[in-house]
């Protein structure tokens, strides 16, 4: 059962992964408290977690606040990605158990355009299952482990990737192609076609990203017009 604090972050992290929130923006205990109806120690044991996440910190004197994105963060991490699912494309090249992994992979990826999703929050959970099942069809339970921290620290850009339906298709497209690799026990192609997947997923989130916050910051002032 989800305790208060986890409630709190939860409803945070949501409203930072929508930029509701942006960097500069002062976070008050007591209006989050409010607001949410809680008292103000599972606002500040919230907080606390999005601090260790990068995400907002805490002065002395003014208090906590919402970091800016840190672009070069983002992309040490996409690469790690890299390095992570490689790795593990490889390894599959040498499992023989992983079929019924694999065959889970196609029933979503390898369909026909019309039966393709195009709501970006669920084609954006399959896509961080596609990645993961991955990792997890090697075993090593360390990896996978790695790599779901990873995938949570990239979160509030990566879902970003979806919100356009050129990228959807793009996703499908390059999924099934890296699927047929695996399954054909091509690995050099296989990791290749992983790699440019991941960078061209990495750039058009940061497009992606700076754009929103310039939305966000736009409405923002509008409405303080």
Wanted: aromatic letters at 6%; glycine letters at 4%.
């Amino acid at each position: 059962m989800a305790s208060l604090s986890d409630t709190v972050y939860a409803a945070l992290k949501g409203e930072l992964h929508d930029f509701r929130w942006i960097a500069g923006d002062r976070l008050s205990e007591a209006e989050i408290g409010q607001r949410l109806g809680v008292s103000r120690t599972p606002v500040r044991e919230a907080l606390l977690r999005l601090r260790n996440e990068g995400f907002i910190d805490v002065e002395a004197k003014t208090g906590w606040f919402v970091r800016s994105i840190d672009f070069e963060r983002l992309d040490q991490l996409y690469d790690l990605r890299i390095v992570l699912e490689s790795a593990s494309v490889a390894r599959l090249m040498h499992r023989p158990d992983d079929s019924e992994a694999l065959d889970a992979l196609k029933s979503v990826w390898l369909v026909p355009m019309a039966e393709r999703l195009t709501d970006p929050h669920e084609v954006g959970r399959l896509d961080e299952d596609f990645h993961a099942a991955l990792v997890r069809a090697t075993g090593n339970h360390e990896m996978a482990r790695v790599h779901g921290e990873v995938t949570d620290r990239i979160r509030i850009v990566r879902r970003l990737d979806f919100t356009r339906p050129d990228r959807i298709e793009a996703t499908y497209a390059e999924h099934a192609k890296i699927l047929r690799a695996i399954v054909q026990r091509r690995a050099d192609q296989a990791q290749l076609l992983l790699k440019s997947h991941i960078e061209q997923s990495k750039a058009e989130v940061r497009k992606i990203s700076l754009h929103a916050l310039h939305e966000a910051r736009s409405q923002r002032d509008r409405r303080a017009g």
